[in-house]
């Protein structure tokens, strides 16, 4: 999907398919034809959002706003016009913005391309042809210079696009190995340093919560490394972000009912906005320093699987008690977060799809965030959610809650209470990292199981968005 800019305003007439806004208090434009006009004035008077004007080029559409929307509404429109435009089978089409804040078409742009996403590959080829898209370019007009603002959104579609596909992919064809393979690949294309460690290097590293996790695999795990350091940086010390890549959770030992399974190669969803975000980032050319860190692996139940009751000395020497094998993304987390002190980070932020409880608290319609931070980093994180609408809510991160992960038998517990789990697994978390610290958890958003608008229904590439955005933010302090 392409987003690009037009240089001249679209002709209403001749042009084809465009789609004009115009708020519900004004006067229909000049260059609307007398005659025309009645028709158009009956159909604002009865209440129209999108009115299609068919002429002899094609059909032309006024979009009605009432003037207030935000930038979340008019994604929603976006989402909305695409219904006429499959409809029409058009493959490209023509957006007059003139009367918008160049943010406000942007957004409406991206709210089409959004929602245009599909993932068809293991279609039989004619089925894929039935059901593809004809829609490949959205071409926009304003009278300001957007160029730069569209090349970067459409960068940004391209990158959650990306994540969607990773998320959407069974292990069977994308396993910790390939992922690392893939992120390598579409990495470096875009000027990333990319590393992948292998199991060996692992177990030299003696990261014993991603080799416990991995012992019921018979695929190796993999730790990839991706590093965006441009000349420019505004920052002296990287912000260090991990992303959870457990390819794959059947629960380990502590199986999962079938019910809670089906979904759960979303397992890799903070990996993959990790490996989105940056992809973005560097495609963009954002003067920010940024490391990535991806531990990877599925947790499958082998006859050599870790076990509850096991005791695993982890990266930095903790020493953790597993009380249940399906708590395992904190285990391969803590070892990322550990190894990411050695770069002395400004800021270190996870996301991950951790928690049942994280859904259960807010639910499918934004993450939970926590941790230890200066408060502006979590502002500025609060302000990338409302930008993007990938909303995020603070949740307390009390010491009080070290309490239920306290072990009788060793540092500590991978697992806590039935209350407050999402809090007790960052605070898990926290104890694998000496930076400044953000926790996110994305297991309500990660995945849905119909469609949400322009979230549409498996893996939403939710955090791409979020992520690229607090970057933007703390690159740009003014």
Request: proline share 4%.
């Amino acid at each position: 999907m392409h987003i690009t800019t037009l240089q001249t305003q679209p002709d209403f007439y001749s042009n084809g398919s465009i789609y004009l806004f115009i708020k519900k208090k004004d006067k229909l434009p000049s260059f609307i034809l007398k005659s025309d006009k009645p028709y158009l004035n009956n159909q604002l008077k009865l209440e129209k959002t999108i009115i299609p004007f068919y002429h002899a080029t094609g059909t032309s559409y006024l979009i009605v706003l009432k003037g207030d929307e935000t930038l979340e509404l008019l994604r929603k429109k976006g989402h909305e016009t695409l219904a006429s435009i499959k409809a029409n089978k058009e493959t490209e089409i023509f957006v007059d913005g003139s009367m918008l804040k160049p943010a406000e078409l942007i957004a409406f742009a991206e709210g089409i391309a959004l929602s245009a996403y599909q993932f068809l590959k293991y279609f039989k080829a004619e089925e894929q042809k039935k059901k593809k898209l004809d829609l490949n370019n959205i071409k926009i007009y304003h009278k300001e210079e957007i160029e730069e603002k569209v090349v970067q959104i459409s960068n940004i579609i391209k990158a959650v696009y990306w994540s969607r596909d990773m998320v959407n992919e069974p292990l069977i064809s994308l396993n910790a190995s390939q992922f690392a393979k893939q992120v390598v690949k579409k990495g470096e294309s875009a000027g990333l340093k990319v590393e992948v460690l292998d199991k060996k290097k692992i177990e030299s590293l003696k990261m014993g919560g991603l080799l416990a996790v991995n012992k019921g695999s018979i695929d190796p795990p993999t730790f990839t490394i991706i590093e965006w350091k441009p000349q420019n940086a505004v920052n002296k010390k990287p912000y260090v972000i991990v992303g959870k890549g457990v390819m794959y959770d059947t629960g380990g030992l502590s199986l999962k009912p079938t019910n809670s399974m089906d979904e759960m190669k979303c397992d890799m969803a903070g990996a993959s906005a990790v490996a989105g975000a940056l992809y973005a980032t560097a495609l963009n050319k954002m003067p920010v320093w940024i490391i990535g860190l991806l531990p990877a692996t599925d947790n499958r139940p082998d006859g050599n699987a870790y076990t509850p009751g096991d005791v695993i000395k982890m990266y930095n020497g903790l020493h953790v008690e597993v009380m249940n094998t399906d708590a395992e993304g904190r285990l391969i987390m803590a070892d990322a977060l550990s190894y990411g002190d050695k770069f002395d980070p400004e800021l270190v932020i996870d996301i991950a799809t951790l928690t049942g409880s994280a859904m259960m608290a807010i639910g499918k319609q934004a993450s939970i965030c926590m941790g230890n931070a200066k408060t502006k980093y979590f502002k500025n994180l609060e302000k990338a959610g409302e930008n993007t609408h990938e909303r995020v809510v603070q949740f307390p991160f009390w010491d009080d809650y070290n309490e239920a992960i306290k072990s009788p038998i060793a540092d500590l517990k991978n697992l806590g209470n039935r209350e407050a789990g999402a809090i007790t697994a960052g605070k898990f978390l926290e104890h694998f990292t000496k930076s400044p610290y953000i926790h996110i958890d994305i297991a309500g958003t990660a995945f849905l199981g119909a469609d949400d608008v322009y979230r549409l229904k498996g893996g939403t590439g939710v955090g791409v968005r979020l992520l690229t955005e607090f970057f933007e933010i703390v690159s740009n302090p003014s």
